[in-house]
């Protein structure tokens, strides 16, 4: 996941909104140019793709491919098929100082680039229905009690929420942090005063909680669009605003965003648990905070890939990572 989320600056090339790269090993993924378009929209020409992959093309067996290969002539094949052909750059010495420059910049910020992957194999969004919570709204929760054993403070957290029921709408700013995500946090980490049952009531109402204001601002009722149209006119018009100011200098630090099943078609549960693909990851907006971005595989499966940056003091993708999995783990027993 690192390698495609940052390349080492000379393996990528990203010159259109959909990019993807095929490995010599058959691994394949894809970065896409986030201000034309959203996840859900790279997320529906991936699941397209790994459909075909598994349920249209018909692959001879592992044996044949290979004896295939053995004795595969690529003057003959050229005959058929046109074989792609390695772009030649006429490079001048003032474009040469630029790209050396250009490649080491890169190097350095993708060095700085910190990723941690969590595989959760225990359980999946099946289980999560069971106890009768929200499988986003029980993740987000898990990430905020992480987030508080890592960072002892809650903090401004953004997930995005769909607004495409309105024509040439994209996203709103769902808010994670509330009284009752804080009240549910509180009452995991205040040593066992608080009952089992009454923990898992609190995380339901939590939950309860995070869902109403996603379809809240699935309609229109969210505040963050808004602020920044009219920081914009502010803006525009030289008018000074102290209050949106301040809104528009305020920090994410945590962006976590759920890679949604766009097209019903995924088959990853029974006998296609092998099938399933990882997911999507992106970097942290905020120098000092996380970027969490997360997917469900089927039943049964929960790809979390979380980054933060080496250079700042107060992160760690890995200890995030450990933190999220014990949180995981925490959430479930309240349900046993």
């Given at each position: 996941m690192k390698s495609i989320l940052t390349g080492d600056g000379s393996n990528l090339w990203v010159d259109k909104s959909l990019n993807y790269t095929i490995a010599k090993n058959g691994r394949s993924a894809g970065t896409t140019e986030h201000s034309i378009a959203d996840g859900s929209e790279f997320d529906h020409s991936m699941e397209d793709y790994v459909f075909m992959e598994n349920f249209i093309v018909d692959y001879p067996p592992l044996d044949v491919q290979l004896a295939r290969g053995k004795s595969f002539n690529a003057?003959?094949?050229g005959k058929r098929v046109k074989f792609a052909k390695r772009i030649e750059i006429e490079v001048t010495h003032e474009m040469s100082s630029d790209i050396?420059?250009?490649?080491?910049?890169h190097q350095s910020?993708?060095?700085d680039v910190h990723m941690a992957s969590l595989i959760f194999r225990h359980w999946?969004?099946?289980r999560i229905k069971e106890c009768g919570c929200s499988p986003d709204a029980f993740v987000q929760m898990a990430i905020q009690l992480a987030n508080f054993r890592d960072q002892g403070c809650f903090v401004l957290t953004y997930e995005p929420a769909s607004t495409h029921f309105f024509a040439n709408s994209r996203t709103e700013t769902l808010r994670t942090v509330t009284d009752d995500s804080c009240e549910f946090v509180?009452?995991?980490e205040d040593g066992g005063k608080t009952e089992r049952a009454h923990r898992g009531s609190l995380l339901r109402k939590a939950c309860e909680m995070h869902s109403t204001r996603n379809r809240d601002c699935m309609v229109g009722k969210g505040v963050d669009r808004h602020l920044f149209v009219l920081f914009c006119m502010s803006q525009a018009t030289g008018t000074s605003?102290?209050?949106l100011n301040h809104y528009i200098q305020q920090e994410w630090l945590i962006s976590a965003s759920h890679v949604p099943n766009v097209t019903n078609t995924m088959k990853e549960d029974g006998e296609f648990v092998d099938r399933s693909w990882l997911g999507a990851c992106f970097g942290a907006v905020a120098k000092t905070g996380y970027g969490v971005c997360y997917r469900f595989a089927g039943n049964h499966l929960i790809c979390v890939h979380t980054t933060?940056?080496?250079s700042a003091q107060n992160t760690d993708s890995d200890q995030f990572r450990a933190h999220l999995e014990k949180a995981f783990q925490d959430l479930s027993v309240l349900f046993e």
């Amino acid at each position: 996941m690192k390698s495609i989320l940052t390349g080492d600056g000379s393996n990528l090339w990203v010159d259109k909104s959909l990019n993807y790269t095929i490995a010599k090993n058959g691994r394949s993924a894809g970065t896409t140019e986030h201000s034309i378009a959203d996840g859900s929209e790279f997320d529906h020409s991936m699941e397209d793709y790994v459909f075909m992959e598994n349920f249209i093309v018909d692959y001879p067996p592992l044996d044949v491919q290979l004896a295939r290969g053995k004795s595969f002539n690529a003057e003959e094949v050229g005959k058929r098929v046109k074989f792609a052909k390695r772009i030649e750059i006429e490079v001048t010495h003032e474009m040469s100082s630029d790209i050396e420059r250009c490649f080491s910049s890169h190097q350095s910020l993708a060095a700085d680039v910190h990723m941690a992957s969590l595989i959760f194999r225990h359980w999946g969004k099946g289980r999560i229905k069971e106890c009768g919570c929200s499988p986003d709204a029980f993740v987000q929760m898990a990430i905020q009690l992480a987030n508080f054993r890592d960072q002892g403070c809650f903090v401004l957290t953004y997930e995005p929420a769909s607004t495409h029921f309105f024509a040439n709408s994209r996203t709103e700013t769902l808010r994670t942090v509330t009284d009752d995500s804080c009240e549910f946090v509180r009452a995991m980490e205040d040593g066992g005063k608080t009952e089992r049952a009454h923990r898992g009531s609190l995380l339901r109402k939590a939950c309860e909680m995070h869902s109403t204001r996603n379809r809240d601002c699935m309609v229109g009722k969210g505040v963050d669009r808004h602020l920044f149209v009219l920081f914009c006119m502010s803006q525009a018009t030289g008018t000074s605003s102290p209050f949106l100011n301040h809104y528009i200098q305020q920090e994410w630090l945590i962006s976590a965003s759920h890679v949604p099943n766009v097209t019903n078609t995924m088959k990853e549960d029974g006998e296609f648990v092998d099938r399933s693909w990882l997911g999507a990851c992106f970097g942290a907006v905020a120098k000092t905070g996380y970027g969490v971005c997360y997917r469900f595989a089927g039943n049964h499966l929960i790809c979390v890939h979380t980054t933060s940056y080496h250079s700042a003091q107060n992160t760690d993708s890995d200890q995030f990572r450990a933190h999220l999995e014990k949180a995981f783990q925490d959430l479930s027993v309240l349900f046993e």
